[in-house]
């Protein structure tokens, strides 16, 4: 099971981006989709999941209102579309799995078994 993020680069404040997360090896339909970030020296921290039954949508309080989560089945991907970015949002971001298995929407770490290797994602002022 391999998760490859993407779609990382330079943009400015205001400005817009849209990660990918492909995943290989086995289908993820059923899977609780999650992205979380990584700025220097701060702690990685979620960003936003969604489900793996009913496509529901959750976010961090701090991207609510301009990221977006999205799967799409027929590619194994999922797509986390950042619009007006702000320098804060500079970090690695990481994408990541986990089967959904319980109510609870899972917003750490610890309740992911599969991760992609980051992208970069740099916002300037």
């Known amino acids: 099971v391999q998760l490859q993020a993407s779609g990382g680069g330079l943009a400015q404040a205001g400005g817009s981006l849209r990660l990918s997360c492909a995943a290989s090896?086995?289908?993820?339909?059923?899977?609780?989709m999650g992205w979380f970030r990584q700025a220097p020296g701060k702690e990685r921290e979620f960003v936003g999941v969604?489900?793996?039954?009913?496509?529901?949508?959750y976010y961090a309080n701090s991207v609510k209102g301009r990221f977006t989560v999205s799967r799409d089945s027929t590619k194994n991907t999922i797509y986390l579309q950042m619009n007006s970015l702000k320098p804060e949002d500079t970090a690695v971001y990481y994408c990541?799995?986990?089967?959904?298995?319980?109510?609870?929407?899972?917003?750490?770490?610890?309740?992911?078994?599969?991760w992609g290797q980051g992208t970069q994602v740099t916002v300037s002022s």
């Open positions: 990541a799995a986990e089967p959904q298995s319980r109510l609870k929407i899972p917003t750490t770490e610890r309740e992911y078994s599969y």
């Open positions: 090896g086995r289908t993820f339909s059923g899977y609780d």
């Open positions: 969604i489900r793996g039954i009913g496509g529901f949508t």
